[in-house]
């Protein structure tokens, strides 16, 4: 459909101008793995995730106890600054603590965040018992007691973060 094929090739959006990147993240992420000669796969099916987020709205619009938002006397542009900084800054905790604090519906998270981080997280182990991996998923899929993170530790997993150094910014820059 031209409306789903334009969304995915050209998310720009007025609002989010200054948080976008100069290439989406998921294509780089692609590109390079195909530069370096890597296989590539989906951690989610597109339309079962299209099926689920579908399914998130209508159990929002279903939801008798939609919570207000509190912010505790800050504007929603103040935390949605502070959701970028927490993004930009790798910190996953504060970003999982601030999108809780905007999310409206329980029933909508639960179906659009929870759900597809055990789809991701089970799909992850799958692949992982035939073959190596890196993946890359959405920085809100990774944080809190039901992010992918968590999940793959309950699984036997054991993760730990990876930072840049300036010798992987050399190297980045000769894959690009």
């Known amino acids: 459909e031209p409306t789903v094929v334009n969304s995915l090739l050209y998310r720009t959006y007025k ?4 948080f976008e990147e100069d290439t ?10 195909k530069k370096l000669g ?22 929002m619009g279903k939801e008798k106890d ?3 938002i509190d912010t505790d006397g800050e504007s929603v542009g103040d935390v949605e600054q502070q959701i970028q900084d927490a993004y930009r800054h790798g910190d996953l905790d504060m970003l999982d603590s601030l999108d809780n604090l905007v999310e409206k519906s329980a029933a909508f ?17 799958t692949i992982l018992k035939k073959n190596s991996l890196f993946v890359g998923v959405g920085a809100a899929h990774l944080a809190g007691k039901k992010g992918v993170i968590e999940l793959l530790r309950r699984k036997g997993y054991k993760l730990r973060p990876v930072t840049m150094a300036d010798r992987d910014a050399i190297q980045k820059d000769e894959i690009d």
């Not at 179906?111 to 799909?123: C, G, P, T, V």
Request: no cysteine; proline share 0%; net charge neutral.
């Open 15 to 18: 609002t989010k101008e200054d």
């Open 66 to 68: 939609k919570k207000l």
């Open 109 to 125: 998270r639960n179906k659009f965040l929870y759900k597809r981080n055990e789809i991701q997280a089970h799909s992850i182990d």
């Open 24 to 33: 989406f993240l998921d294509l780089y992420i692609f590109q390079t793995g």
């Open 38 to 59: 890597k296989k590539t796969t989906g951690v989610e099916n597109y339309y079962e995730t299209e099926k689920i987020i579908l399914e998130a709205y209508s159990d």
